[in-house]
């Protein structure tokens, strides 16, 4: 079955950096194009990021553009989501998620199975 498990989230000041990582299983990773989901506290999912199953073509909320990094290794089966300049307003769980086609999709209807989360909190 589809497994998607975040690691990384953690306290971090405001400015710092994280890095999270997603370890899929149950499908075949390079076949899919992959996102990032937040959830803050009291708030509604918002999407983050994508990327496509070959890596080649990214996408970013306006909110996280420039300072938030998505990538993958195909060979690795390994999503990353390199987060810097953080800010207080960027706490929330993260979700990894996987895309229904190849590509990535700004909605959260665009994918189907998701992580657990990781617990992401900004603050000094």
Do not use: H
């Given at each position: 079955?589809?497994?998607?498990?975040?690691?990384g989230?953690?306290l971090?000041?405001?400015?710092?950096?994280?890095?999270?990582?997603?370890a899929?299983?149950?499908?075949?990773?390079?076949?899919?194009?992959?996102?990032?989901?937040?959830?803050?506290?009291?708030?509604?999912?918002?999407?983050?990021s994508?990327?496509?199953?070959?890596?080649t073509?990214?996408?970013?909320?306006?909110?996280?553009?420039?300072?938030?990094?998505i990538?993958?290794?195909n060979?690795?089966?390994?999503?990353?989501?390199?987060?810097?300049?953080?800010?207080?307003?960027?706490?929330?769980?993260?979700?990894?998620?996987?895309?229904?086609?190849?590509?990535?999709?700004?909605?959260?209807?665009?994918?189907?199975?998701?992580?657990?989360?990781?617990?992401?909190?900004?603050?000094?």
């Amino acid at each position: 079955q589809v497994q998607l498990v975040e690691s990384g989230g953690g306290l971090v000041q405001p400015g710092g950096s994280l890095r999270l990582s997603c370890a899929p299983s149950g499908f075949t990773f390079s076949r899919y194009g992959m996102g990032w989901v937040r959830q803050a506290p009291g708030k509604g999912l918002e999407w983050v990021s994508g990327i496509d199953s070959g890596g080649t073509s990214t996408g970013y909320a306006d909110s996280v553009k420039g300072r938030f990094t998505i990538f993958r290794d195909n060979a690795k089966n390994t999503l990353t989501l390199q987060m810097n300049s953080l800010k207080p307003e960027d706490t929330a769980v993260y979700y990894c998620a996987k895309s229904v086609t190849t590509i990535w999709g700004r909605g959260t209807v665009d994918y189907d199975y998701w992580g657990q989360g990781a617990q992401v909190t900004v603050s000094s």
